[in-house]
């Protein structure tokens, strides 16, 4: 079996999402369309499937990373915010998006929360199955 890191993340990001959007686990909010990502960011994501592409990079991060919580998953979608003449400095993405996928992919079975230890959301079985699934995908293109 091929691990999750052997795999070219920007395809497996491409068909994960796809997948997402075709069996209706992620579902688009009316919001979306109007809100940034992030204090650093000028205008809103002008992909049409932006949020499906954030919620597949979100699972494949949960599965890489282990225990993963709303403020680590912050950290890694931030950037430079841009101050003009002044040096530029880093800005956490932002939190509402987040864990708007964290809560639509624990609903649809996806993720958990971990109590003990290190907190944050973990893959369950169904969620490695969905990715194996996906993987396999990726392999034969």
Not at 28 to 47: D, H, I, L, M
Not at 66 to 90: D, E, I, M
Not at 97 to 112: D, K, T
Request: with cysteine; net charge positive.
């Amino acid at each position: 079996m091929v691990s999750i890191k052997e795999v070219p993340c920007q395809k497996l990001i491409e068909v994960l999402a796809e997948e997402l959007k075709k069996e209706k686990i992620i579902e688009y909010p009316e919001w979306a369309r109007y809100v940034k990502t992030g204090s650093f960011k000028e205008r809103p994501p002008e992909q049409e499937n932006w949020w499906y592409l954030r919620a597949a990079s979100t699972l494949r991060r949960i599965a890489l990373d282990g225990p993963v919580g709303v403020q680590r998953l912050r950290t890694y979608y931030g950037g430079r915010k841009n101050l003009g003449h002044q040096p530029s400095h880093f800005k956490r993405a932002g939190g509402k998006i987040i864990r708007n996928i964290l809560q639509q992919l624990e609903e649809a079975g996806l993720i958990e929360q971990k109590k003990e230890g290190r907190k944050g959301r973990i893959l369950t079985p169904t969620g490695q199955k969905f990715i194996d699934k996906v993987i396999k995908k990726v392999i034969k293109q």
